[in-house]
């Protein structure tokens, strides 16, 4: 059984060390992991605890942090609300067990609750199990986001 728990802003250092390991699988290569000068305020800028819409989330299972998310809400044109998940992680000794499938079903109920009509988020083209995951969880491919690099 898996639940959600908001991240008080006393946890930043136990988010902080999560985050690490999850850049660091993500975006090898990246700045921030290569430079941990850089971190703290890469993870200030990612991860705000006092901003309005701004949702982070421990994902508990046996009483431990297997995992966390970060999810913004926000308003459309219209005044409609919906969610963005910036961010979604289960730690690699909690996976295989359902636990990111539970995670991602107590999101979408919280965010329901919270009246919201959409979810987005993006995948990489270069991680197919991260988007099988995110198909198995009902989203679908709504577009493509290109990028070039001057």
């Not at 250092?13 to 985050?19: G, M, Q, S």
């Amino acid at each position: 059984m898996l639940r959600i728990r908001p991240i008080g802003s006393g946890e930043h250092e136990a988010l902080f060390e999560v985050a690490q390991r999850y850049w660091a699988e993500i975006m090898p290569h990246a700045p921030v992991v290569q430079n941990p000068e850089m971190r703290p305020a890469y993870f200030a800028h990612e991860f705000q605890f006092d901003r309005p819409g701004s949702y982070l989330w421990w994902a508990i299972a046996d009483d431990a942090r297997v995992g966390f998310a970060n999810v913004e809400l926000s308003q459309d044109w219209t005044d409609q609300s919906w969610a963005y998940v910036k961010d979604l992680y289960i730690e690699p000794t909690w996976r295989h067990r359902g636990y990111g499938q539970a995670l991602v079903r107590a999101l979408m109920d919280w965010l329901a609750g919270q009246g919201v009509y959409r979810v987005d988020l993006y995948v990489r083209s270069d991680s197919p199990t991260a988007l099988a995951f995110w198909e198995a969880a009902g989203f679908e491919l709504a577009s493509y986001r290109m990028r070039k690099y001057l």
